[in-house]
């Protein structure tokens, strides 16, 4: 859906970040369709990595659950933003300026732990559970690219 109302603000926040304008595009198509409101929970996310701070009494239900989900644009993982340093209450990540900057953060972030390697840096933004994950990205990535864009594939 590349007249997405959102397109200008990804493209914008994206480069604010120093990121292909077009991979944060094909993100947000390949995870959410565009749709800002998309949520999914994950149980095995919860059950391995938030059900531990629960029980420890680390977090409160509502927002151990609420890590378990990812939200918005960009579906940054709750647990993921918090260790981003995102404060706000989680369903927040459904605006689209907010789940776009978080989601670039984590991006952002991908990339310097994996030193610049775009292909493993997508594969962890997505937690490795699905190995034709970057493929995708980068194939949705192509229809986004303006005339003049920096090889996204780098």
């Excluded at 077009?22 to 993100?27: D, L």
């Excluded at 749709?35 to 919860?46: Q, T, V």
């Excluded at 059900?51 to 890590?67: F, M, Q, S, W």
């Excluded at 005339?147 to 594939?153: K, L, V």
């Amino acid at each position: 859906m590349s007249d997405s109302p959102f397109l200008s603000l990804a493209r914008f926040t994206a480069e604010k970040h120093n990121l292909f304008a077009a991979v944060v595009c094909g993100i947000c198509e390949r995870e959410s369709s565009w749709n800002n409101y998309a949520i999914r929970y994950e149980p095995g996310f919860f059950s391995h990595y938030i059900a531990p701070l629960y029980t420890a009494n680390k977090v409160g239900v509502t927002e151990a659950y609420a890590r378990s989900f990812s939200w918005g644009l960009m579906q940054v993982m709750g647990q993921t933003a918090r260790e981003m340093g995102y404060d706000g209450d989680l369903p927040g990540l459904c605006h689209p300026e907010t789940g776009i900057e978080v989601g670039c953060r984590v991006l952002a972030h991908k990339l310097a732990v994996n030193e610049g390697n775009l292909q493993a840096a997508l594969q962890a933004y997505n937690g490795g559970g699905n190995p034709d994950y970057a493929a995708e990205v980068m194939a949705l990535a192509e229809k986004y690219r303006l005339p003049g864009d920096a090889n996204a594939a780098t």
